[in-house]
């Protein structure tokens, strides 16, 4: 069974600070992809990242880091010097090879940035 | 537009009545999924299509709920006599295929239902 743990129902943050988002995955596949995903106000699931189970280096790109840990199951986010438009719902989601193909996700953190 | 789109965009209906909701895939990916998402469940997986294979429906919550994909696009989910666990956003998504590399699902903006 395939199962994905955002324990961070939401968290509020002043603009300009940083902000991890943490991702915790089950999986007994050994091949399965990582997905982190962005919902604004306006509703539409935006994607941010994936990554396969066989890639831990963490990937940068702009403000935004990953840190992909097998060992601990974890695939977190990071929001370097958050900005107002941050302020989301953050869905983490997992693949695996078994079954429909599908997305299992997580319960979502909301993102409050304060100006 | 080169996103997936669906409509209508909001579906106020009473009790008991079907609906219909339709999704138009981004243009050559051939795998489809339908998802909900509901205050009480969060991101449910419903029923996902790939090219011309028979649909995996195991997360089809009841009977009531079917879907079809003609011509491998566009495809319609209905709900027949519907409840007010109905009451959700159904989210469409696609993807180029299911091989590594052609799995990143992108969604639409989804359709709100209300069952009164």
């Known amino acids: 069974a395939q199962k994905v743990t955002q324990a961070q129902t939401e968290i509020s943050v002043v603009e300009k600070e940083d902000v991890t988002l943490d991702c915790v995955y089950e999986t007994r596949d050994t091949t399965y992809y990582l997905f982190w995903y962005k919902q604004p106000p306006s509703g539409e699931l935006v994607f941010l990242i994936r990554r396969n189970s066989f890639d831990e280096q963490n990937e940068i790109s702009g403000r935004y880091s990953w840190n992909f840990q097998k060992s601990t199951s974890s695939f977190n986010f990071t929001i370097t010097a958050s900005q107002v438009v941050d302020s989301a719902v953050y869905f983490c989601a997992l693949r695996a090879l078994t079954g429909a193909n599908n997305l299992f996700f997580g319960t979502g953190t909301r993102l409050t940035v304060i100006p | 537009g080169a996103g997936v789109s669906q409509s209508p965009s909001n579906k106020v209906t009473e009790k008991g009545k079907d609906v219909e909701l339709r999704c138009d895939p981004i243009?050559?990916?051939?795998?489809l999924y339908w998802y909900r998402q509901s205050l009480g469940q969060g991101l449910e997986f419903l029923i996902y299509?790939?090219?011309?294979?028979?649909?995996?429906k195991s997360g089809l919550p009841s009977d009531r709920f079917s879907a079809e994909r003609t011509g491998g696009s566009v495809s319609t989910l209905t709900i027949q006599r519907t409840q007010q666990e109905d009451s959700a956003v159904y989210l469409c998504?696609?993807?180029?295929?299911?091989?590594?590399?052609?799995?990143?699902?992108?969604f639409g903006p989804g359709t709100r239902l209300l069952v009164l």
């Open positions: 998504a696609s993807s180029r295929g299911v091989l590594a590399g052609q799995e990143t699902q992108y």
């Open positions: 299509f790939q090219g011309n294979s028979a649909p995996d």
């Open positions: 243009s050559g990916h051939t795998a």
